[in-house]
C-alpha cells in the first residue's frame, strides 16, 4: 500500500487514563457518551470508535447523520449513537431503522419522526432539546408543552429517549452565571415533564467542562469531547480542579494524539540565500535544512511560518521560511547526524522533548479543537498501546 505522507498515532493506554480520571469526576452511574462529532476532534472516527468500545465507551454523540452512518460502519452492535446536529428529513427513516436517537429542537420535527416511524414500523428515539440561554438550538417554552403532550399520545412511535440542553460557555467562570440560569431554565423544563407526567430516559446536558467543574450538572449521561482526548476544557476548569484536589499541578488528561512525518530531502544553504518561496526567510550564515512532505494542504497551519517548530533526533528544529501547501522547511544545522527518512514529530514526543497542540494554538490563533478538527481525515490514523 502506498504510504501518505504524514500519520497520526493515537495512544490506547493514554485514552484509558483519561476515562479512568473522568469516571472518577463523574461516577460509575451516568452513561459516558464519547462526543466524536468533527472526525472524532480529527482523532479519525474509524480508528477512535473501536479504541474507546475498548476502553468500555458503547455510547457516541455526533453532529450530523453523515457522521452517524461513519460510526455506524466501525462500532459494535450493541453501541448507541445519537446525532445532536443536522438530520435531513429524507435521513430519519434511515435513522429510526438504525435504532439511532436524534436531537429534536423544534416541535415541527415531532409529526416527520411520527411518520417515518409508522412507515419504518419501529419507535424514533428522540432527544428533545430545549432553548435555556444558548441561542442556537433548542426547542421554545411556548412550543415545549406541546411536544410533550404529542410525545405522550404517541408514545408507541417515539420513544422520549432524552431531554437535554447546551451550555453555551460552561468552561469559563465568567460565564457562571448564564450556566446557572440556563441550568435552572433546564429544571423548569424537566418540572413541566413530572406535572404532564411523560419523563425521558435519560436527562444530560453537561459537557466536557460542567462535567469536570459542576458537579450538580451530571444526570444520567453526560456529553464528554474534548476531555477524553486528553484536554482541559479550559484554564478555569484546571485551575477549579487543583483547588478541589489541593494540588499545585495534574497530568491525570493525557493527549492520546501524536502526529509524524519523515526527513524528504536535506539541503546545504550558503550565507545571503533565501529559503522557500519569496523573501520570507534569508540565511545570515550557512545552514542545513531538512525538507518535510506536508504543509497547509495537510492541515499545518501556514501561520507558522518562520515561527513553528518540529522534533528531529529528540531536537528542535525551528521552522524557516513560508510553509507551502504540501512542504517547509526547518533549520538542522545544530543537528548534524539527521538522514533523510528520519522520523519527524510535529506534534506529541519525542526522547525527552514534547511539541504541544498548544504550541500550534498559541501563535496562531485556533482553538486546540479547532486546529485537531482541521486535519484532514486522508491522513492514516493508527492505534498504538
Keep these: 500500500m502506498v504510504r501518505h505522507s504524514s500519520r497520526i498515532e493515537l495512544k490506547q493506554s493514554a485514552y484509558k487514563s483519561n476515562i479512568n480520571f473522568i469516571r472518577k469526576k463523574i461516577g460509575e452511574k451516568p452513561i459516558l457518551s464519547s462526543v466524536v462529532k468533527a472526525n472524532a476532534y480529527g482523532h479519525g472516527i474509524e480508528s477512535f470508535v473501536p479504541m474507546a468500545e475498548k476502553c468500555g465507551i458503547n455510547h457516541f454523540c455526533v453532529a450530523s447523520s453523515f457522521e452517524a452512518e461513519q460510526v455506524l460502519r466501525v462500532c459494535k452492535k450493541e453501541s448507541h449513537v445519537v446525532i445532536m446536529g443536522i438530520i435531513y428529513q429524507e435521513d430519519i427513516p434511515w435513522a429510526i431503522e438504525n435504532d439511532i436517537g436524534f436531537f429534536v429542537y423544534n416541535y415541527d420535527r415531532l409529526p416527520v419522526a411520527l411518520e417515518a416511524a409508522k412507515k419504518v414500523g419501529k419507535p424514533a428515539r428522540v432527544h428533545v432539546e430545549v432553548e435555556t440561554g444558548a441561542n442556537r438550538t433548542g426547542m421554545h417554552e411556548k412550543e415545549f408543552p406541546k411536544a410533550l403532550t404529542f ?72 456529553r464528554i469531547g474534548v476531555a477524553q482526548y486528553g484536554f482541559w476544557p479550559s484554564p478555569d476548569v484546571y485551575f477549579a480542579h487543583l483547588h478541589e484536589t489541593n494540588k499545585k499541578s495534574d497530568t491525570s488528561l493525557k493527549r492520546i494524539f501524536s502526529w509524524k512525518t519523515d526527513v524528504m ?20 550564515q550557512p545552514m542545513t535544512v531538512a525538507v518535510l512532505p506536508l504543509g497547509y494542504s495537510n492541515g499545518y497551519p501556514r501561520a507558522l511560518s518562520n515561527r513553528g517548530q518540529v522534533l528531529i533526533k529528540g531536537k528542535k528544529a525551528p521552522i524557516v521560511g513560508l510553509i507551502n ?61
Excluded at 399520545?153 to 460565564?175: D, P, Q, R, V, W
Excluded at 536535506?266 to 534569508?282: L, M, N, P
Design 325 to 385: 501547501m504540501n512542504l517547509f522547511m526547518v533549520d538542522i544545522t545544530h543537528i548534524p547526524e539527521v538522514k533523510v527518512g528520519d522520523e519527524v514529530v510535529l506534534i506529541g514526543r519525542q526522547n525527552n522533548s514534547v511539541i504541544n497542540v498548544s504550541s500550534f494554538t498559541n501563535v496562531t490563533q485556533l482553538l486546540n479543537n479547532e486546529m485537531l478538527s482541521r486535519l484532514p481525515a486522508a491522513i492514516p490514523r493508527t492505534v498504538v498501546r
Design 151 to 222: 410525545l405522550k399520545k404517541n408514545t408507541e412511535c417515539i420513544y422520549f429517549e432524552g431531554l437535554c440542553t447546551h451550555f453555551g460557555g460552561a468552561e469559563s467562570i465568567a460565564n457562571q452565571f448564564k450556566i446557572d440560569m440556563q441550568h435552572k431554565r433546564y429544571k423548569a423544563a424537566l418540572k413541566i415533564c413530572k406535572e404532564k407526567n411523560i419523563l425521558p430516559e435519560l436527562r444530560h446536558i453537561a459537557c466536557s467542562a460542567a462535567a469536570l467543574a459542576m458537579k450538580d450538572t451530571v444526570y444520567d449521561m453526560v
Design 265 to 284: 530531502d536535506i539541503r546545504k544553504v550558503d550565507q545571503g540565500e533565501f529559503i522557500g518561496y519569496g523573501t520570507a526567510f534569508q540565511a545570515t
